[in-house]
């Protein structure tokens, strides 16, 4: 099945830097990529996504790369501001049969003033 | 935006009752739906894959006799943790895809589980 690393598990960044956070996955097949946002206690929240037709993909201060033939792909965060922390996670799924997204392990967020 | 309902926000149960959680799809149509575990600080783990008017499918290492899954319609999916012990406190959150794979995925808002 489906393996999904993210790296790094903890990632510290002043104010107005950039962050990068990295996923690598298994199933060539997958063909679906989201990023969440997820705060303590609450249900993970979408902040982009990718799909295998396209590389790149940019909404505001949030970028999502993908390379297919490497299986792997990164959300970069610009311009960070202290509400960007959090803990993220990256997923990957298929669009067919079963459809299950598995998740990364987490990157937990800070963003230092 | 499709919306799913998850009910109870939070239990809390003594050790060798049994809890449900119900997951329900409130304006769209889940013919699937994932159910997904999180232990503190940690990712969400799939459990199993519930679909409607068929038998869940458990991830390896699941107990299917533990997890009582059950869709009986197209709106409603279940989760029944039985004989719940300690251990068995987490955070459990389902999820559905509406309009299948044009679409992500919708997440209920968790059930906070306590075992005493």
């Known amino acids: 099945g489906e393996n999904v690393e993210q790296h790094p598990s903890t990632l510290s960044v002043q104010e107005g830097d950039s962050a990068v956070i990295k996923c690598t996955y298994s199933?060539?097949?997958?063909?679906?990529f989201p990023w969440y946002k997820q705060e303590l206690g609450k249900r993970p929240q979408l902040i982009i996504d990718?799909?295998?037709?396209?590389g790149e993909k940019k909404d505001q201060r949030i970028a999502v790369t993908l390379n297919k033939t490497a299986k792997h792909f990164s959300l970069h965060i610009t311009e960070t501001q202290p509400e960007d922390s959090a803990v993220y996670f990256c997923?990957?799924?298929?669009?067919?049969?079963?459809?299950?997204?598995?998740f990364g392990q987490g990157t937990r967020l800070t963003i230092n003033p | 935006g499709a919306v799913v309902s998850q009910h109870p926000s939070r239990v809390i149960c003594k050790s060798g009752t049994s809890v449900k959680i119900e997951c329900r799809s409130l304006?769209?149509?889940?013919?699937?739906m994932f159910w997904y575990r999180q232990f503190p600080k940690q990712s969400l783990m799939l459990m199993a894959t519930?679909?409607?008017?068929?038998?869940?499918?458990?991830e390896q290492g699941v107990e299917k006799d533990k997890f009582l899954i059950n869709h009986a319609s197209l709106t409603l999916s279940t989760l029944t943790v039985t004989s719940a012990h300690p251990e068995d406190s987490s955070f459990y959150i389902c999820?559905?895809?509406?309009?299948?794979?044009?679409?992500?995925?919708?997440f209920g808002s968790g059930t906070r589980l306590t075992v005493v």
């Open positions: 304006d769209f149509q889940a013919t699937t």
């Open positions: 997923a990957a799924s298929r669009n067919q049969g079963a459809q299950k997204l598995v």
């Open positions: 999820s559905a895809r509406e309009g299948g794979a044009v679409s992500g995925y919708t």
């Open positions: 519930s679909n409607e008017g068929s038998k869940a499918t458990y």
């Open positions: 199933d060539s097949a997958s063909n679906y």
């Open positions: 990718i799909r295998s037709n396209v």
